[in-house]
């Protein structure tokens, strides 16, 4: 029955009160709360972020993912006028682009964002994204000539939770002080903690390695289906360094900086040990972690697979009371909250 139990998705919803929502990062970054669970001794500290390192197993190596938040919210209008708003969801490859769009499109519709930069709509898919082509003028663009101009006219792509516009703070905030690959349109909000001293600071006392995966919409996605299992999982680009495969290609245990640099080595060491690729595994109490030993995150969306992987760490009930001891204290959840340590 308890099996059963964690394959219902309704297991997997609690409520959270408003206020615990939060929509502006801590600051300083590393001033985020910190609950440390400890499965061994199944024992909870309450901490701060900057005491971190004083909790992670001495015989451990980090992993990091180092994927960059472009800015993929913009804002155009049809050749009619209307208005049009676009979220870049992933780059299927050179030329073809997933997105979603708020305002009705059909195929050949085109997009005009300034006298410039234009999209087209290529294929519109059952799940409601689109497959468009960018332009400059007549000129198919690749995805990477894209990216300087987004940075110039679009917006950070905000969690739909944080019922704000974005500013300019959210330009580095929504960022991990170790971004370098240029893709996501989420941030791995674990990795938001960090502040530039301490992560050098770590480093230098940890093996550790980077990943990148670049985190797509559908990670706040929740999950519809009446048992997760039968859940669509998102897939997502991923690359590991040589550095990060030499690692997870020994036993030494790993700290996985985020649920992103989890499902990254997970579904390397679950797949065939394959470098890079698309990576859609879903982690759950049904399907454990294999080779990530204790995990780093932030406390994440009810019938989110985020929740579901937690749980595939420490199972459905104790899933269940961290989160209920988090509300009791007061953290902040989403993305611009605080975070919880499993060893």
Same mark, same amino acid.
Request: glycine share 4%; charged share 25%; proline share 5%.
């Given at each position: ?209 980077? #990943?990148?995966?670049? +985190? &797509? ?7 519809? %289906? =009446?048992? @997760?299992? *039968? ?78 992987? #937690?749980?595939?760490? +420490? &199972? ?7 989160? %209920? =001891?988090? @509300?009791? *204290? ?14």
């Amino acid at each position: 029955m308890a099996q059963d139990k964690e394959l219902l998705t309704q297991s997997y919803d609690f409520t959270l009160p408003s206020e615990l929502i939060a929509t502006h990062p801590a600051s300083p970054r590393d001033s985020a709360k910190l609950l440390v669970y400890n499965t061994q001794t199944d024992t909870i500290t309450h901490t701060v972020f900057s005491e971190l390192e004083n909790y992670i197993p001495k015989e451990c190596a980090l992993i990091f993912n180092d994927t960059k938040v472009i800015k993929a919210r913009l804002f155009g209008s049809k050749p009619s006028g209307g208005k049009i708003e676009l979220l870049i969801n992933r780059a299927l490859n050179a030329h073809d682009v997933n997105v979603y769009i708020r305002g009705k499109v059909k195929i050949d519709t085109q997009i005009i964002f300034n006298d410039n930069f234009k999209v087209t709509v290529k294929k519109l898919n059952e799940d409601g994204s689109r497959i468009v082509h960018f332009y400059n003028k007549k000129r198919l663009l690749r995805f990477e000539d894209i990216l300087p101009v987004i940075d110039k006219i679009g917006h950070v792509p905000l969690p739909p939770y944080i019922q704000r516009e974005d500013n300019k703070e959210d330009e580095s905030e929504y960022q991990s002080v170790f971004a370098k690959e240029e893709g996501a349109v989420a941030a791995p909000t674990a990795s938001l903690h960090f502040t530039d001293e301490q992560h050098k600071r770590i480093c230098e006392n940890f093996d550790h390695a980077y #990943v990148t995966l670049h +985190v &797509g919409s559908g990670t706040f996605k929740p999950v519809d %289906a =009446e048992i @997760i299992t *039968e859940h669509p999982m998102h897939a997502e680009y991923y690359d590991i360094s040589d550095k990060a495969k030499n690692i997870l290609d020994t036993t030494i245990p790993i700290l996985s900086i985020g649920t992103t640099s989890t499902r990254t080595v997970e579904f390397y060491d679950k797949h065939g040990k394959i470098q890079r690729g698309e990576a859609n595994l879903f982690l759950h109490p049904q399907n454990k972690p294999s080779r990530v030993n204790h995990l780093l995150t932030n406390f994440h969306l009810p019938k989110s697979t985020l929740l579901m992987l #937690v749980a595939s760490f +420490v &199972g459905l009930e104790k899933t269940q009371e961290l989160y %209920a =001891e988090a @509300i009791k *204290e007061k953290y902040r959840f989403y993305s611009y909250g605080d975070a919880m340590l499993i060893i």
